[in-house]
């Protein structure tokens, strides 16, 4: 068909008019770049006006070549694109027959380079349901004929997805495998193969009726042995039992509406523009590259707040991909709500299935129906919303369910997406301030709800970033070898062999990195850690940008990891950035602008500061050496960052290993002197003057971890003084003293007597062999926790160091009850 085809030209204007469509590039701005200097064709499903009009006004709009314009090799011209199905799903032999001109010109010609690139186009990306597949109206999940397509057009034309995959070599391809008709068939039939797993990515699976989701999950064997076991433990009918695990299906069970998913979907884009300055996405061509390669993705994310779940599905969908199905708490299954959210993909999960086993049969087992299905998941590792802006403990139940049902023989590969969110602003923050202090939650309630819209506002910008997958199969592979022998088919009861606690327990350590690993830096937790690492929380405008410099100077040359986002603007837009927000407040005066926090304000902004402490605080301790030592050498610095690393990594979830120690301390040290925060002479460090601006550059720096340092100082001076001494009495006293040490001088940091923090503090020094456990549940300090207890001192100041040890001795020398 060409432009001037007397058909297209009728068509082409009021489909214009009809249509609206969004496109995704799956490759990056380097792959776009590549593509289009080199010749173009574009392979399509199959042949239909209307997609090709789409295609026309996307390619365009890529600066990509016209595919109604000719394709001109060697003077001679062929067609720009390749249909691989005609109507009813027949093979096309044409474009069999076009592949193989095409890779016998590149033989012909060493020099040629086509580059072909799939281009799929959804109709309402409506998935279809298994006993009722392809309504007229809903979605375009198979090649339609000419009248369902005009039915397309008019009910699904304004929601149109074109997903540009990445390009294909045909000048590889032909140099590779060669040019013959063998070839030519076999790139087609992986075309119809990658046409079918986008397909799939875009719109999912198609659904189950709701009652046929019942009746399937109740006649597995895992659920007839529980509902049997239920009746004879509870001495009631096995038909009593039955409805109740039915009652705990239809309780637990998403009812996913691909129709109300669109309807979010305009709410949604209406929504984030007005609340938010913008969307930061990064990683999705991962997630892509994935479902592309029929991998079955499971989304875990951080939660800060309930905005995760409305947030994270509204990324996806826009990143082309179905919305995934996500496990949510039980106390958002409230009217009106409730219902929204199911057909939006939640499925409901109860905080604790302790003590019934028939609900926690039911749940695995719909579980491991989603994984065998191909639904994508979501879960919340951490179980519920950090209030501290710090990453929780990961609870692993979710992700035990995950690995069993590898074990169910899930034939699809499984990859686990540690994903950030990130925001300058969460509305829950004052909410969390308040539960910290002893505040009951509050019960979640339509006027929760309505409360919460009235005080909607800008909220600055969101962040999202797709961290690197962990494949699950490779993962049992390198640390359960022998995990095939546990795989079953049909298994009545879920198999725990004795390496799925401590394969679980490393996956969770490794989803938690994979969210710090990509963290993002934004206005708002860099102004935090810059104004909360000074004196009374105040700066002058010049010193805030001067640190602000600090932080990003640091950030880009010796990034944390290659998934963290560093903010491109310049200090003095950042600090713009983070005046909208009225977090801040700032007085002038004949000298200038003094930019401070008041009290509450500061306990708030340490949430802010907390989503990136974990990628400041080596920084911080580096600097903290280098001030209290005046001089010191790289390797003294390495061994005791070495000495102290094991704590940093179990509290704060740090990637990196023992052996990247030495030279990522020797990056931070040249870029400490590249700033000219300290000079370096021959292997030593050495401190700027005292009180110039680069000595205080440092120790705003260095005032980044004083928290964490202090914190540790308090637990080792305890395990150095107060021997024999329980693990629940250490605890105890170490939280009485933090918050004594808070109340003095004035740290205003909710976790810094979190009790979970010092628990995790204790265990590293346990797993360290620093602390031994007795038989009578005592702890005894090794003999290497002296020496640590003394250089953590040496980088605590003197007045805070004095509360400390006072305040030890007090409890050891108070008479015992």
């Known amino acids: 068909m060409s432009k001037k085809s007397p058909f297209y030209a009728v068509l082409k204007y009021p489909l214009r008019w009809l249509t609206r469509f969004e496109d995704i590039w799956?490759?990056?701005?380097?792959?776009?770049?590549?593509?289009?200097?080199?010749?173009?064709?574009?392979?399509?499903?199959?042949?239909?006006?209307?997609?090709?009009?789409?295609?026309?006004?996307?390619?365009?709009?890529?600066?990509?070549?016209?595919?109604?314009?000719?394709?001109?090799?060697?003077?001679?011209?062929?067609?720009?694109?390749?249909?691989?199905?005609?109507?009813?799903?027949?093979?096309?032999?044409?474009a069999v027959e076009e592949f193989h001109q095409l890779l016998k010109l590149h033989k012909d010609n060493s020099n040629l380079d086509l580059q072909l690139i799939p281009a799929g186009v959804f109709w309402g990306r409506q998935a279809g349901q298994e006993a009722t597949a392809g309504k007229a109206m809903t979605g375009d999940l198979d090649n339609p004929g000419a009248i369902r397509k005009f039915w397309l057009v008019l009910f699904s034309g304004r929601q149109v997805l074109l997903r540009f995959s990445r390009s294909v070599s045909l000048g590889q391809m032909a140099n590779d495998y060669g040019a013959d008709m063998r070839i030519a068939?076999?790139?087609?039939?992986?075309?119809?193969?990658?046409?079918?797993?986008?397909?799939?990515?875009?719109?999912?699976?198609?659904?189950?009726?709701?009652?046929?989701?019942?009746?399937?999950?109740?006649?597995?064997?895992?659920?007839?042995?529980a509902v049997a076991d239920e009746a004879k433990g509870k001495k009631i009918s096995e038909e009593e039992a039955r409805k109740k695990a039915l009652s705990y299906i239809d309780e637990i069970a998403a009812n996913y509406s691909s129709t109300l998913v669109r309807v979010l979907d305009r709410f949604m884009t209406w929504m984030w523009n007005r609340i938010y300055n913008g969307i930061h996405v990064k990683g999705g061509e991962r997630i892509r590259r994935l479902a592309q390669q029929g991998h079955e993705i499971i989304y875990v994310p951080c939660h800060r707040s309930h905005m995760d779940y409305l947030l994270l599905s509204y990324v996806i969908y826009k990143e082309g991909l179905v919305p995934p199905h996500i496990a949510a708490g039980v106390n958002l299954n409230f009217f009106p709500v409730g219902g929204i959210f199911r057909r939006g993909g939640a499925f409901f999960i109860r905080r604790s299935f302790r003590g019934n086993k028939l609900y926690s049969a039911v749940f695995r087992e719909y579980l491991c129906w989603l994984f065998q299905k191909g639904y994508p998941v979501e879960y919340f590792s951490e179980g519920g919303r950090s209030r501290t802006g710090r990453l929780l403990p990961p609870k692993t139940g979710m992700l035990a369910m995950t690995v069993q049902g590898m074990l169910r023989d899930q034939q699809r590969p499984v990859s686990l997406v540690p994903v950030y969110l990130g925001y300058e602003h969460i509305m829950e923050v004052a909410t969390y301030l308040k539960e910290l202090k002893g505040k009951d939650k509050e019960k979640e309630s339509v006027f929760q709800i309505l409360k919460t819209i009235t005080k909607l506002r800008n909220f600055g910008q969101g962040f999202v970033t797709f961290g690197q997958p962990i494949d699950l199969k490779h993962t049992l592979d390198c640390n359960a070898p022998d995990w095939h022998k546990s795989v079953t088919r049909g298994a009545e009861e879920p198999l725990r062999?004795?390496?799925?606690?401590?394969?679980?327990?490393?996956?969770?350590?490794?989803?938690?990195?994979?969210?710090?690993?990509?963290?993002?830096?934004?206005?708002?937790?860099l102004t935090a850690l810059a104004l909360l690492s000074s004196e009374h929380h105040a700066l002058t405008k010049e010193e805030l940008l001067a640190q602000l410099e600090v932080y990003l100077g640091v950030l880009k040359e010796v990034p944390y990891s290659t998934d963290i986002s560093v903010p491109k603007e310049t200090p003095e837009e950042l600090w713009q950035q983070a005046l909208r927000t009225d977090k801040f407040k700032v007085e002038s005066d004949t000298m200038g602008e003094v930019i401070s926090l008041e009290r509450m304000s500061a306990i708030a902004m340490t949430y802010y500061?907390?989503?990136?402490?974990?990628?400041?605080?080596?920084?911080?301790?580096?600097?903290?050496?280098?001030?209290?030592?005046?001089?010191?050498?790289?390797?003294?610095?390495?061994?005791?960052?070495?000495?102290?690393?094991?704590?940093?990594?179990?509290?704060?979830?740090?990637?990196?290993?023992?052996?990247d120690i030495p030279l990522w301390?020797?990056?931070?040290?040249?870029?400490?002197?590249?700033?000219?925060?300290?000079?370096?002479?021959?292997?030593?460090?050495?401190?700027?003057?005292?009180?110039?601006?680069?000595?205080?550059?440092?120790?705003?720096?260095?005032?980044?971890?004083?928290?964490?340092?202090?914190?540790?100082?308090?637990?080792?001076?305890?395990?150095?003084?107060?021997?024999?001494?329980?693990?629940?009495?250490?605890?105890?006293?170490?939280?009485?003293?933090?918050?004594?040490?808070?109340?003095?001088?004035?740290?205003?940091?909710?976790?810094?007597?979190?009790?979970?923090?010092?628990?995790?503090?204790?265990?590293?020094?346990?797993?360290?062999?620093?602390?031994?456990?007795?038989?009578?549940?005592?702890?005894?300090?090794?003999?290497?926790?002296?020496?640590?207890?003394?250089?953590?001192?040496?980088?605590?100041?003197?007045?805070?160091?004095?509360?400390?040890?006072?305040?030890?001795?007090?409890?050891?020398?108070?008479?015992?009850?």
């Open 26 to 94: 799956d490759g990056d701005e380097t792959d776009h770049k590549t593509t289009v200097q080199k010749p173009v064709a574009y392979v399509m499903r199959s042949t239909s006006t209307a997609d090709l009009s789409i295609l026309q006004r996307a390619a365009k709009r890529r600066g990509l070549p016209d595919p109604l314009e000719p394709l001109e090799i060697n003077g001679k011209e062929y067609s720009r694109v390749m249909y691989l199905e005609e109507f009813a799903n027949e093979t096309s032999e044409k």
């Open 185 to 225: 068939h076999k790139l087609a039939r992986v075309a119809r193969v990658h046409f079918v797993r986008m397909r799939h990515a875009v719109a999912g699976p198609k659904l189950s009726h709701r009652k046929e989701l019942m009746a399937q999950l109740i006649n597995t064997p895992a659920l007839k042995k």
């Open 497 to 525: 062999p004795n390496w799925l606690t401590p394969v679980v327990n490393g996956l969770a350590e490794r989803v938690m990195q994979g969210i710090n690993d990509s963290a993002a830096a934004n206005s708002v937790n």
């Open 609 to 659: 500061r907390n989503n990136i402490l974990h990628m400041m605080v080596v920084p911080g301790i580096i600097a903290s050496i280098i001030m209290a030592k005046k001089r010191v050498s790289v390797d003294e610095i390495v061994e005791r960052i070495q000495a102290i690393y094991p704590m940093l990594k179990a509290e704060l979830y740090l990637s990196h290993t023992a052996e």
């Open 665 to 817: 301390v020797e990056a931070l040290c040249e870029e400490l002197a590249r700033q000219q925060l300290i000079t370096r002479e021959g292997s030593d460090c050495v401190i700027a003057k005292r009180e110039s601006a680069q000595w205080y550059r440092l120790r705003l720096l260095a005032n980044s971890a004083s928290e964490t340092l202090q914190r540790y100082c308090i637990v080792l001076e305890l395990l150095q003084q107060a021997q024999p001494i329980m693990r629940a009495e250490l605890e105890k006293q170490s939280i009485t003293l933090a918050e004594r040490l808070s109340s003095i001088h004035g740290i205003d940091a909710p976790e810094f007597y979190d009790k979970k923090v010092m628990a995790t503090l204790i265990a590293s020094l346990k797993q360290q062999g620093l602390v031994e456990i007795d038989d009578d549940g005592q702890q005894i300090a090794a003999e290497p926790v002296g020496p640590l207890s003394d250089q953590v001192d040496e980088l605590i100041d003197g007045p805070v160091l004095q509360t400390i040890r006072q305040s030890v001795q007090q409890f050891v020398n108070q008479p015992s009850e």
